[in-house]
């Protein structure tokens, strides 16, 4: 089985994310699966490894280089700056924010790179990569105006449209909910309901659930917008007037999608398990559900992207940071774990092995 090589990107250095990467570096499944780089500043990553017991690292400027037996390779992206600190367990910092970005920047471009390009031995590029988790006020006071990752890589990769979904194997099979507005306030969430964002949204799910994820006739199911679906309009009109029209023009063109469903109910019954995808309509309908249901296991993948990216479904953590060790405790990393392997098994699916 080829193992691809995935960028793992450190996040926040103030919060979990070097831990995670650490730890899930580490995990059996996670080095049968794939091979992997640390990518964030390596001074940092050190001294994170040092200190919880999860060392050593090796600094490598080229991502195709293995680390010596035992060892994490990291690709420096530099930071702390001259004279600054080099992280802060728990605070909320500028310094985190602008560590945490450079490394998604780096990676990304790492990505873009290798796919199509042949891969890691065309150029020492990387197949996909996985992102700890960073702090949207630190990357604010970096100086960046986006919302999060999701943001970030669609601008940074000029991909037209990208859909985040969350997934997560459960007991009933594969759960994935995607997202038709991510994070935006709820009061803006009507008017960006539209028939084309809906369309977009099923149309780039489809396609990535065929090409990344080996389902070859996609059955998607979408959730109303109002309680009850609107309740024959009752209740609200926008499933009249904006999403049962999409979904028509999605059937007419030969996609299965089903809805829109009440939410309510569509969860608790497990209707979902006839599906494989969910589109919900904003963040919290959907993602309360799925969260509920995938107990700590859920992964983060952005869909739509030229490149293949994963990430752990949690945030930060910074009231964890710092206090794992070698005798364990501290950040569980099985939502990173996981994300790797899904990670590892896109990658291997574009490499066409
Ligand atoms: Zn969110």
């Not at 859909?163 to 507005?181: C, D, F, I, Q």
Request: hydrophobic fraction near 45%.
């Amino acid at each position: 089985m080829t193992r691809p090589l995935l960028a793992l990107t450190l996040g926040d250095p103030n919060g979990i994310g070097p831990e995670v990467v650490l730890k899930a570096a580490r995990d059996d499944r996670v080095r049968e699966a794939a091979r992997v780089v640390a990518v964030g500043s390596a001074t940092v990553l050190a001294d994170q490894a040092e200190r919880l017991g999860l060392g050593p690292v090796h600094a490598v400027q080229d991502p195709a280089v293995a680390a010596p037996p035992g060892a994490l390779a990291v690709l420096d992206t530099g930071g702390p700056g001259a004279g600054g600190a080099a992280y802060a367990w728990g605070e909320t910092t500028a310094a985190g924010g602008a560590q945490a970005m450079a490394a998604v920047a780096r990676a990304c471009d790492l990505c873009l790179g290798g796919l199509g390009a042949g891969g890691p031995e065309a150029g020492g590029a990387v197949d996909g990569m996985v992102t700890a988790p960073l702090s949207k006020e630190a990357i604010h006071l970096a100086g960046y105006d986006f919302p999060g990752h999701t943001e970030f890589l669609q601008a940074w990769t000029g991909a037209e449209t990208v859909v985040m979904v969350l997934a997560s194997e459960t007991e009933r099979g594969p759960l994935r909910v995607a997202l038709v507005t991510i994070h935006v306030p709820i009061s803006a969430v009507p008017r960006l309901v539209t028939r084309g964002r809906i369309a977009d949204v099923c149309r780039t799910l489809a396609a990535a659930l065929r090409r990344d994820l080996g389902v070859e006739t996609p059955r998607l199911a979408v959730l109303g917008l109002n309680p009850h679906a609107g309740d024959g309009g009752v209740i609200g009109g926008e499933e009249a007037a904006t999403i049962r029209p999409a979904l028509g023009a999605l059937r007419a063109d030969g996609l299965d999608v089903a809805g829109p469903f009440p939410a309510d109910a569509f969860f608790g019954r497990a209707a979902w398990s006839r599906f494989d995808a969910v589109v919900a309509m904003y963040h919290d309908q959907g993602l309360a559900p799925f969260k509920a249901i995938a107990q700590g296991a859920g992964v983060n993948v952005t869909l739509g992207l030229p490149i293949v990216r994963t990430s752990p479904d949690h945030g930060t953590a910074f009231d964890l940071a710092g206090r794992g060790g070698p005798q364990g405790g501290g950040a569980d990393p099985g939502s990173m774990v996981e994300a790797v392997l899904l990670a590892a098994q896109m990658a291997r699916r574009r490499m066409g092995g």
